[in-house]
């Protein structure tokens, strides 16, 4: 099993940027993938950033490419998403979600092990 615990949602104002930590615990060395996924109510979730854990090749849905930023620290079994330039679109549930396969995936129902979720709401 692995555990994931989120940190860093919050309110900001349009424009502003805030960055999110996800850190896991009990078996992670059974992780190939984490990343985070974000839902608004009545939608699906959907794929934001993953980074493969080893060797860090990093995936981006389009519409956060170029302002957001997936990294990892090893060391501290650490996810961070760093937002920037956000807009009221990005408010959601950012959920962050490890998957044990081999090959990326940008379905959610290909990640094994989810944490709670953490709240972002940007403001106008």
């Known amino acids: 099993q692995v555990q994931l615990v989120e940190s860093g949602g919050g309110l900001v104002q349009a424009g502003g940027s805030l960055r999110l930590s996800c850190t896991a615990s009990?078996?992670?060395?059974?992780?190939?993938?984490m990343g985070w996924f974000r839902q608004t109510p009545g939608k699906e979730r959907e794929f934001v950033a993953i980074i493969r854990w080893s060797g860090g090749n990093t995936y981006y849905a389009d519409s956060v490419k170029g302002r957001f930023t997936i990294s990892r620290d090893s060391a501290k079994n650490t996810v961070y998403l760093e937002m920037n330039s956000l807009e009221p679109e990005d408010t959601a549930v950012y959920y962050c979600?490890?998957?044990?396969?081999?090959?990326?995936?940008?379905?959610?129902?290909?990640?094994?092990?989810w944490g709670q979720g953490t709240q972002l709401t940007v403001s106008s």
């Open positions: 009990g078996r992670t060395f059974s992780s190939n993938f």
């Open positions: 979600a490890a998957r044990q396969g081999y090959t990326m995936a940008y379905r959610a129902g290909a990640y094994n092990y």
